[in-house]
T-cell receptor, first 114, second 111 residues
Framework: NAGVTQTPKFQVLKTGQSMTLQCAQD?????MSWYRQDPGMGLRLIHY???????DQGEVPNGYNVSRSTTEDFPLRLLSAAPSQTSVYFCASSYSVAGPSEGFFGPGTRLTVL | RKEVEQDPGPFNVPEGATVAFNCTYSNSASQSFFWYRQDCRKEPKLLMS???SGNEDGRFTAQLNRASQYISLLIRDSKLSDSATYLC????????????FGAGTRLFVKA
C-alpha cells in the first residue's frame, strides 16, 4: 500500500492564481480531511469528508473547496490564492469515523503564495 | 481561548529522564482523544489513543481526565530518538467529525 499520497510536494503561486492539491489513499478509508499547519498555530482543519459524495467544513474553510467523487481521492482547490494561504497542507485519512479520525497523514504540500 | 491548548515548550531533558505533557480542551462534548508525534518537516504520526482507563505502550502512558478536561502523555526513560513535537488531538463527533489539534509541545532529549 502507498498509504496517503499528496502532490505536489512543493508549489509556488502568485496571488490570484488557482490550483488543486491532490490527495489519494489506497486503504479504502471512509474518512479524509485536509489541514493546514502554520508556525505556532498547530494543525487547523479546512474540510473533511466522511465518505464519497459527503463533505463538510472545518475550522478554516474560506478560500478552499473540496469534493469527494471517489473513496480514494480528496482534492483541495484554492480558488484565488492569497499570501495568507502560504502554509504546509496535510491530507489525512482513517478507516472509519469510529476510529482515530486522522490515522494516517500524507507527507504534505508546502505552498508559497507570492 | 483555544479549543485545545498545550504548553509549547520546549522541554529540554537528559536521556533517561521522565517527561510529562498536558493538554487541555474546552469542549466538554469531546469524545475521542489522541497523541501524535511530529518530526521536523514531516507529517504527524499517530502515537496512541487516549482512553478514560488510561493506556500504556512501552515507555509511553496516556491518561484522560474528563472532569478536568485534560489529557496527558508521560514518557519514561527518554531516548534521543524521542526528540520531536508532540501534538494532542481531540475529536467531537456530535454535529460532525471535527478533530482539533493543539499547537504541539517540542521535546529535546539531550545526551
Amino acid at each position: 500500500n502507498a498509504g496517503v499520497t499528496q502532490t505536489p510536494k512543493f508549489q509556488v503561486l502568485k496571488t490570484g492564481q488557482s490550483m488543486t492539491l491532490q490527495c489519494a489513499q489506497d486503504m479504502n478509508h471512509e474518512y479524509m480531511s485536509w489541514y493546514r499547519q502554520d508556525p505556532g498555530m498547530g494543525l487547523r482543519l479546512i474540510h473533511y469528508s466522511v465518505g464519497a459524495g459527503i463533505t463538510d467544513q472545518g475550522e478554516v474553510p474560506n478560500g478552499y473547496n473540496v469534493s469527494r467523487s471517489t473513496t480514494e481521492d480528496f482534492p483541495l482547490r484554492l480558488l484565488s490564492a492569497a499570501p495568507s494561504q502560504t502554509s504546509v497542507y496535510f491530507c489525512a485519512s482513517s478507516y472509519s469515523v469510529a476510529g482515530p479520525s486522522e490515522g494516517f497523514f500524507g507527507p504534505g504540500t508546502r505552498l508559497t503564495v507570492l | 481561548r483555544k479549543e485545545v491548548e498545550q504548553d509549547p515548550g520546549p522541554f529540554n531533558v537528559p536521556e533517561g529522564a521522565t517527561v510529562a505533557f498536558n493538554c487541555t480542551y474546552s469542549n466538554s462534548a469531546s469524545q475521542s482523544f489522541f497523541w501524535y508525534r511530529q518530526d521536523c518537516r514531516k507529517e504527524p504520526k499517530l502515537l496512541m489513543s487516549v482512553y478514560s482507563s488510561g493506556n500504556e505502550d512501552g515507555r509511553f502512558t496516556a491518561q484522560l481526565n474528563r472532569a478536568s478536561q485534560y489529557i496527558s502523555l508521560l514518557i519514561r526513560d527518554s531516548k534521543l530518538s524521542d526528540s520531536a513535537t508532540y501534538l494532542c488531538a481531540v475529536t467531537d463527533r456530535t454535529g460532525g467529525f471535527k478533530t482539533i489539534f493543539g499547537a504541539g509541545t517540542r521535546l529535546f532529549v539531550k545526551a
